[in-house]
């Protein structure tokens, strides 16, 4: 089994998770206002604060996770329009198409999937207008890669899911996955062509997609080019790591808040 897959899946379970707890936070707000304001009247409020210190807690984190959800909402919406405008622009750009092959009419060097329920392969003309045949295999091939795997709606899925969470955790997550995405990609391409080619292929690729002869080594550059030159293994990426500790102090979370469910005074 793939590590994106297995990273998809502990990251929806997480996220099942999130919405499970929500769902006890929502159902716990009228109690615990009601405890608040009944406790108030008949206790000192150092000692009142004290007995309800977890309900304030929890308050906080009703109030943060509503915050999250609506920003998520928004960010989903916003991504539905987005997605149809790019469709539109496609459709009005595309200068020749082959199935699953899109050729954009662009003086930019673009290489991508896209597609939520229909996915489709974007190449522009400049990278078949420049690039050599054995280096325009290699970018379909890295393309197909992610259209077999279904990345494009996987992603879409994560990227507004992320959003759940604060944006460094968000990022961080969205990151890894990403990044395990392309890797996985290029094994495909490697599958069936030499990796040290394919590793040319992609500095060539941003070399010119950003007009510099040394192209910036960023996170995922840096990553893609140890692994295709044997510096790095598929099995020493281990992102999944982070989901099943999140996952487990996130359950550990839950069933505390179970257990102190009520105003600590309550319990005395």
């Keep these: 089994m793939k590590k994106s897959n297995i990273v ?3 990251f929806i379970i997480v996220v099942v998770l999130y919405f499970s707890y929500y769902y006890f936070l929502i159902k716990g707000i009228p109690i615990w ?3 608040i304001k009944n406790c108030y009247k008949n206790m000192e409020f150092i000692t009142f604060f004290e007995n309800h210190i977890n309900i304030f807690l929890y308050i906080l984190l009703f109030l943060s996770a509503s ?9 989903f919406i916003n991504s539905i329009l987005n997605h149809y405008k790019l469709n539109r622009y496609l459709n009005n750009n595309t200068y020749k198409k082959f199935k699953n092959l899109y050729i954009l009419d662009t003086d930019n060097y673009l290489a991508f999937n896209t597609g939520i329920i229909s996915r489709k392969i974007i190449i522009s003309k400049k990278i078949l207008d420049k ?3 054995e280096e325009r295999k290699h970018v379909f091939l890295h393309e197909k890669g992610h259209l077999i795997n279904g990345d494009s709606f996987k992603l879409f899925i994560f990227s507004i899911l992320s959003n759940l969470f604060p944006k460094k955790i968000g990022k961080r997550l969205l990151k890894d996955f990403s990044l395990l995405k392309e890797i996985e990609a290029d094994m495909f391409c490697i599958s069936k062509k030499d990796r040290l080619e394919l590793a040319g292929t992609v500095l ?3 070399s010119n997609k ?3 002869t040394i192209p910036m ?3 995922y550059l ?3 080019i140890k692994f295709l030159l044997g510096d790095l293994t598929y099995e020493e990426l281990k992102p999944e790591k982070i989901y099943f500790s999140f996952g487990s102090l996130l359950l550990l979370f839950i069933l505390l808040s179970y257990i102190f469910n009520y105003c600590l005074c309550s319990m005395h």
């Design 204 to 206: 060539r690729f941003y």
């Design 217 to 219: 080594m960023n996170n």
């Design 67 to 75: 915050f999250f959800i609506i920003r998520t909402i928004i960010i």
């Design 33 to 35: 206002i009601y405890d």
């Design 8 to 10: 998809f899946t502990a």
């Design 222 to 224: 840096n990553v893609r």
């Design 131 to 133: 690039f050599s045949k």
């Design 210 to 212: 950003y007009n510099t």
